[in-house]
């Protein structure tokens, strides 16, 4: 099982991968592949759940995707991503829907879309053995603020994320997700704290990468500019589905191994 030590290990010295999945089967077919790091990331609002954008997100939606990751899964690190008003707003309420994640969904950390206000909490969080991934940049529960556009492109809020990121590390989150920022700025991030930074839209200097499944394989119906697609799914269902209508219709479908008879049964009617 791959612990948050064992990322901590890796960095520096081999590349982190992490992926989103939201259900056990893709789950399954990622650890396969080899990745890291499971994200049951809120862009499950937008990526499978069909709402506009990752705001609509619950923690009971989170909590059901996150026991079907881990069900999914044997070996990898699985993140909870905490959704949108879940944390931040009561201190007591944002430890038990954090809490959650670990005692009932399994889990094996959580994720917080970050800033100054999240740092007394992912100090309490570790302290409670809940380990916490932060994450800067573009924060896309802040969408309504910042819209989806690259972040900490003038030098003052580069300073500001530099200093946020030291202090989520002395607040003791395990590693940093950085979002669509200058490479840059990422790459001296990765340079200024100890615990991995895992990268998204922020270069290649980071310790690791994180996407989001839909876009990887090419079931997203549009994907931001810093992904990449690495398979067509969505052509490839369409035709497999399209198959099935056609042979449903012209009467191919099902054939005669796809059913028995009993001829105890021949003379009912
Ligand atoms: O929700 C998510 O998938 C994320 C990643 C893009 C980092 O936060």
């Known amino acids: 099982m791959t612990t948050v030590r064992d990322l901590q290990a890796m960095a520096g010295d081999e590349q982190i991968t992490m992926l989103t999945a939201y259900d056990a089967v893709t789950a399954g077919i990622a650890e396969g592949a080899g990745v890291d ?54 201190e007591g309420e944002s430890v038990r829907n954090c809490g959650r994640m670990l005692k009932e969904a399994g889990a094996n950390a959580v994720k917080l879309e970050s800033g100054p206000h999240t740092l007394s909490l992912t100090e309490r969080l570790s302290d409670l053995g809940i380990p916490v991934m932060a994450h800067l940049g573009l924060t896309p529960q802040s969408v309504n603020q910042t819209g989806y556009t690259q972040q900490a492109n003038d030098r003052e809020e580069a300073e500001v994320i530099l200093e946020l990121a030291r202090a989520h590390e002395d607040a003791g989150a395990f590693a940093l997700v950085v979002e669509h920022v200058p490479a840059n700025l990422a790459a001296q991030v990765t340079e200024a704290i100890d615990i991995p930074t895992i990268g998204i839209g922020a270069g290649g200097d980071c310790d690791g990468q994180v996407l989001v499944f839909t876009d990887v394989v090419g079931l997203a119906e549009s994907s931001p500019p810093f992904a990449e697609q690495f ?19 012209s009467g191919e479908f099902p054939g005669d191994e796809h059913a028995s008879t009993s001829e105890e049964l021949d003379d009912l009617y």
């Open 231 to 249: 398979g067509d799914v969505r052509s490839e269902m369409h035709g497999a589905i399209s198959d099935y209508v056609d042979a449903v219709e």
């Open 37 to 90: 790091v499971i994200l049951v990331g809120d862009s499950m609002g937008n990526a499978v759940l069909g709402y506009d954008d990752t705001l609509p997100v619950t923690v009971d939606e989170m909590a059901s995707r996150v026991a079907a990751v881990a069900r999914g899964t044997d070996e990898t690190l699985v993140v909870a991503d905490m959704p949108f008003l879940s944390f931040g707003a009561d």
